[in-house]
């Protein structure tokens, strides 16, 4: 009966996609199209995710266990919450299992985030703010982090150098990020387009990570310029006077 509840309920959104397909522009019906035959899209309804990323940190997870039970974790750009939704389940943050340490998730975007048991956010927030950065030192346990991550983007352009750069640049705040919350030995996995920059972010992640890893999950589209970097072994610098 739950099974046959989830077709239905696949097959209405797929219905409801259609219908809608008719009233847009080309460029609006290709995407459409696209979700439609999405397999990683119609998995997320299946299994309730808020979208098809969650699929990304899952994979990425599976294969380098970062989140484990009873980690603190900074999820950035966080809406809709697909990925504090796999991290509230890997870190147990919700006290779903009482036999496992129980985790923190926080996550953090300008745009509102919908609650979610076992995560607090905060929305309509700036990452890069100094007002953020302390409420994340009040929120999380013993004000450090033991994984920061980022599936932000900046809104897009059109104009995709300029688009990498600006993602680029969000990214490198979070260098800045980590030296205020990231325990050492911690971890930061961040998405970047791929492009001329891509190298500056390596070359800052190295001299403050023991491990820097590029990464293209098989839920990143073959035709995408998405790429993430997992940094693990954070070497936490002492602040010169």
Same mark, same amino acid.
């Given at each position: ?17 259609? =219908? ?16 439609? =035959?999405?397999? &990683? ?6 299994? /309730?995710?808020? %979208? ?7 994979? +990425? ?17 966080? !809406? ?13 943050? !919700? ?35 100094? @007002?953020?950065?302390?409420? *994340? *030192? ?30 680029? *640049?969000? %990214?490198?705040?979070? +260098? ?13 996995? %961040?998405? &970047? ?5 891509? /190298? ?6 190295? @001299? ?7 990464? =293209?999950?098989? @839920?990143?589209? =073959?035709?995408?310029?998405?790429? &993430?970097?997992?940094?693990?072994? &954070? ?7």
């Amino acid at each position: 009966m739950w099974c046959f509840s989830l077709q239905r309920r696949s097959l209405h959104s797929s219905l409801c996609l259609m =219908k809608k397909t008719k009233s847009k522009t080309p460029a609006e019906q290709r995407w459409m199209q696209r979700q439609l =035959k999405d397999p &990683y899209v119609k998995a997320s309804h299946q299994q /309730h995710f808020r %979208c098809r990323s969650a699929f990304k940190l899952l994979e +990425i997870d599976d294969k380098f266990r970062i989140l484990k039970p009873g980690c603190s974790v900074v999820d950035c750009g966080a !809406a809709p919450g697909a990925w504090s939704q796999v991290a509230v389940q890997r870190v147990n943050s !919700a006290g779903t299992d009482p036999d496992l340490p129980r985790g923190a998730v926080i996550g953090i975007d300008l745009l509102n985030i919908p609650s979610l048991d076992g995560a607090h956010f905060l929305s309509s927030h700036d990452v890069t703010d100094p @007002a953020t950065h302390a409420k *994340l *030192l009040e929120l999380l346990p013993r004000s450090q982090a033991h994984v920061i991550l980022s599936d932000m983007a900046p809104n897009a352009s059109g104009f995709r150098d300029m688009d990498h750069e600006k993602l680029i *640049l969000m %990214c490198l705040s979070l +260098i800045d990020l980590a030296g205020k919350i990231l325990q050492p030995g911690g971890s930061l996995l %961040c998405k &970047y387009w791929d492009g001329i920059l891509a /190298h500056e972010l390596q070359d800052k992640l190295s @001299a403050v990570f023991g491990s820097v890893r590029t990464l =293209k999950p098989n @839920a990143s589209r =073959k035709d995408s310029a998405e790429r &993430y970097f997992l940094a693990g072994m &954070y070497r936490k610098q002492e602040k010169r006077l």
